[in-house]
């Protein structure tokens, strides 16, 4: 589990094992666009503010995991015990 920020809508919840960060977030009443949830389409995409992320989509590229700026909801997760995100 790990916790996360959306930073914009001042919520902050722990994302459990087997549950997502998006799916953990709307449930919170954050809005996060979706389409695919499955990490293909990028529609999720948001810029990491702090944290690392463990990115699981094949949207970005290996330079852009990298480089930790933005992270899809929908399947990463989080390499660090918090993840806060521009959303
Ligand atoms: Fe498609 Fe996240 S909804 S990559």
């Known amino acids: 589990a790990f916790t ?5 809508s001042g919520v902050t919840v722990l994302v459990p094992e ?32 702090e944290g690392v992320p463990e990115h ?9 995991k990298a480089a930790n700026t933005h992270m899809t909801p929908c399947c990463s997760r989080a390499r660090s015990a918090r993840l806060v995100l521009d959303l």
């Open 4 to 8: 996360l920020e959306a930073r914009r």
């Open 18 to 49: 087997g549950r997502s960060a998006a799916q953990v977030l709307m449930d919170a009443g954050v809005a996060v666009p979706l389409s695919c949830e499955q990490g293909i389409c990028g529609t999720c995409l948001v810029a990491v503010i």
């Open 56 to 64: 699981r989509d094949e949207y970005q590229t290996d330079e852009e």
